[in-house]
Nanobody, 122 residues
Framework: EVQLVESGGGLVQPGGSLRLSCEAS????????MMWVRQAPGKGLELIST????????SYADSVKGRFTISRDNAKNTLYLQLNSLKTEDTAMYYC???????????????RGQGTQVTVSS
């Protein structure tokens, strides 16, 4: 059974930092590109970052470019997202997902973990 377990979220002040983790099991993690997505209250799912299977190539949404860093440790089957210079508009539930899963499937809730809440507030 494929499992993705996100952690590391919390309440942080604007300008603060967090590091999110996503532990994967049930599939060959090192063979797949992975991604982080988020959903803010009342908004749709947003793709914010992707990373290739070997970790050599990454991409970011304009909204997080220069502030967030995606990485992975294939030996630990774990995906990370470093969030720096957080803004109130980064408040959302953050999910990891296999980047090969069709987007409508991810939007529907399949192929991603239960999420970790990030709240940015003073």
């Amino acid at each position: 059974e494929v499992q993705l377990v996100e952690s590391g979220g919390g309440l942080v002040q604007p300008g603060g930092s967090l590091r999110l983790s996503c532990e994967a099991s049930g599939f060959t993690f090192s063979s797949y590109d992975m991604m982080w997505v988020r959903q803010a209250p009342g908004k749709g799912l947003e793709l914010i970052s992707t990373i290739t299977s070997g970790g050599r190539s990454t991409s970011y949404a304009d909204s997080v470019k220069g502030r967030f860093t995606i990485s992975r440790d294939n030996a630990k089957n774990t995906l990370y997202l470093q969030l720096n210079s957080l803004k109130t508009e980064d408040t959302a539930m953050y999910y990891c997902a296999n980047a090969n899963i069709p987007w409508p499937t991810v939007v529907a809730g399949s192929g991603r973990g239960q999420g970790t809440q990030v709240t940015v507030s003073s």
